[in-house]
């Protein structure tokens, strides 16, 4: 607050100082413009495009994904599991739950017997329900 003295009138001058505010939200964006990007779940997969309607789906759901050069991930984990061990891996994930559902994300480039092969060796480990994730095509 400043006060300034006018010849013989004395008044209280108000100002908002914005310069702080701007400061801050400018630190704000920055912050938001880095982890936006990092928000992204899943391993980078070239899905396939699909007219289909969208899954259900809930944050307990198990997502598989499998990429060109035949690794394949379990959720967001960034250890490839060998195919030998995939069985073992779902068995052990599948054991106690009610709801055996599994999610693939398959790259558009694999081989379909990749794929194929995947799906079965998750039927053999007591998936009940398997889920292709992919992407909405362009209207």
């Given at each position: 607050?400043?006060?300034?003295s006018n010849g013989t009138h004395n008044r209280v001058l108000s100002e908002i100082n914005i310069t702080p505010f701007v400061?801050?939200?400018?630190?704000?964006?920055?912050?938001?413009?880095?982890?936006?990007?990092?928000?992204?779940?899943?391993l980078p997969v070239n899905l396939p495009k699909a007219q289909s309607p969208a899954l259900k789906r809930t944050k307990t759901?198990?997502?598989?994904?499998?990429?060109?050069?035949?690794?394949?991930?379990?959720?967001?984990?960034?250890?490839?599991?060998?195919?030998?061990?995939?069985?073992?891996?779902?068995?052990?994930?599948?054991?106690?739950?009610?709801?055996?559902?599994?999610?693939?994300?398959?790259?558009?480039?694999?081989?379909?017997?990749?794929?194929?092969?995947?799906?079965?060796?998750?039927?053999?480990?007591?998936?009940?329900?398997?889920?292709?994730?992919?992407?909405?095509?362009?209207?």
């Amino acid at each position: 607050m400043k006060i300034h003295s006018n010849g013989t009138h004395n008044r209280v001058l108000s100002e908002i100082n914005i310069t702080p505010f701007v400061d801050v939200m400018l630190v704000l964006l920055i912050i938001f413009m880095v982890t936006a990007p990092l928000l992204q779940q899943g391993l980078p997969v070239n899905l396939p495009k699909a007219q289909s309607p969208a899954l259900k789906r809930t944050k307990t759901d198990v997502i598989l994904t499998v990429q060109t050069n035949d690794r394949i991930f379990l959720g967001d984990d960034r250890r490839a599991i060998p195919l030998t061990n995939l069985e073992s891996t779902l068995q052990s994930i599948y054991a106690n739950k009610e709801e055996k559902d599994l999610f693939i994300k398959a790259d558009t480039d694999l081989l379909y017997g990749t794929v194929v092969k995947v799906m079965s060796i998750a039927k053999k480990a007591g998936v009940d329900r398997i889920g292709m994730l992919t992407q909405p095509e362009a209207q």
